[in-house]
């Protein structure tokens, strides 16, 4: 990954338990934005007790990177992830869809300050029914290069 590349939902951390793929891409629409591409694809190493399949995890996003003026930047990004398990029972399944917005001023060799806004809702199946919740985040990050 490149040492400006940023992925809104902390799309690279990591899932315990799991095995398999992780791609992204960067690539320039001019000289003041550029498309990041992730895409995630996982399954449970180890089978849990009571279980024949392992369960799946799917996860993809995309955001548009502008560069404005005086070390300001803004972020547009979206993401689609889906977790299931197949002949589960019970049935699990869920899914989590977002969009995130962001501003950021950078600080030349110092760091940088980003506002991030993030809107993500949650569906999911169980047991006991359909399940549904919609959460809006705000965070201030910063950060110092040395």
Do not use: C, H
């Amino acid at each position: 990954l490149s040492r400006d590349f940023s992925t809104p939902y902390s799309a690279l951390s990591y899932e315990a338990n799991t095995e398999g793929l992780r791609a992204s891409a960067r690539a320039p629409l001019g000289d003041l934005v550029s498309i990041d591409l992730f895409y995630k694809r996982l399954r449970e190493a180890e089978l849990p007790p009571n279980e024949t399949n392992r369960a799946q995890i799917s996860l993809a996003g995309a955001s548009l990177d502008f560069v404005l003026r005086g070390g300001f930047g803004a972020v547009l990004g979206w993401l689609e992830s889906k977790r299931w398990r197949d002949e589960a029972v019970p049935p699990s399944d869920s899914r989590r869809r977002g969009i995130v917005a962001e501003l950021r001023r950078d600080f030349e060799k110092i760091g940088a300050l980003r506002l991030r806004y993030e809107r993500v809702d949650n569906e999911g199946m169980t047991s006991s029914g359909a399940t549904e919740s919609k959460t809006d985040m705000y965070s201030l990050y910063s950060s110092i290069e040395f």
